[in-house]
Each structure stands twice: as C-alpha cells, then as structure tokens.
C-alpha cells in the first residue's frame, strides 16, 4: 500500500519565509542590495534619492518620476502586470510585487536585497 504523505501548507506571496526574508512575486528580473527608502505617498517623492530601494503599497503612473532613481522596487501589492512591475522591467531594475507587509516590516534605511528572479526581499541588517 502507498504511504500518505503529511500535508504541507503552500507558500503565499506576501508570507514571511524567515524573519528576515519577504516572500513575493518575481515581476522583474534582477538582484540588487542598497538601502531602503518606504514611500506611502507620492507627496513624499522628494525623499526619495538615487540608488535607494523603493519600497511602497502600490505605484500609478504618476510615481514612474521614482523609476530612474530606483536600484529596485519593492510593492505590498501586485502581480506581473501591475503597473510598478511593468515599469520597472521598462527600466531595467528588479522587482518584487505582492510582499504584502514589505511597508510594514522593512524602514527606511534597511540594507536589503531585492531578488526579482526568486521574488524574494530580505533584510541584511
């Protein structure tokens, strides 16, 4: 007779894999390490600095002034047709959508790196 085998729960975007790796969407391919800028709202784009991850719960056309900025990109929400996704392969940067509490677990400053192949984030310091 066959064995039965211990049921497993699926991963989901968004879950923590470890306290210190974000679980997402791959929407851009790409790694990239740098320090992380949260944006909740475009009224703070003046924060936002060349070379620094942005981190945020979605982008609209009106944020693609962040794109050329941007190492990489990192949204709560999403999935390989959002709108920051399709920008940042535009761009050329990595990408991970749907890291659901990416705005939330990660502050401003984090080292973290964004790997848009794995859809992963995770937070070095």
Request: hydrophobic share 40%; with cysteine.
């Amino acid at each position: 007779m066959g064995q039965v085998a211990e049921p497993t729960e699926p991963k989901l975007e968004g879950d923590v894999a470890s306290d210190k790796v974000l679980q997402g969407i791959g929407a851009s391919r790409g790694v990239a390490t740098g320090r992380a800028r949260v944006i909740l709202d475009l009224s703070e784009a003046a924060n936002f600095h060349q070379g620094e991850i942005l981190v945020c719960m979605m982008t609209v056309p009106p944020w693609t002034i962040l794109f050329p900025k941007a190492e990489a990109v990192v949204t709560d929400t999403g999935s390989v047709l959002s709108y920051a996704s399709i920008a940042s392969r535009e761009y050329g940067i990595p990408c991970v959508a749907a890291a659901r509490n990416g705005t939330s677990l990660i502050k401003d400053d984090m080292l973290i790196t964004v790997d848009g192949i794995e859809g992963t984030v995770t937070i070095e310091d």
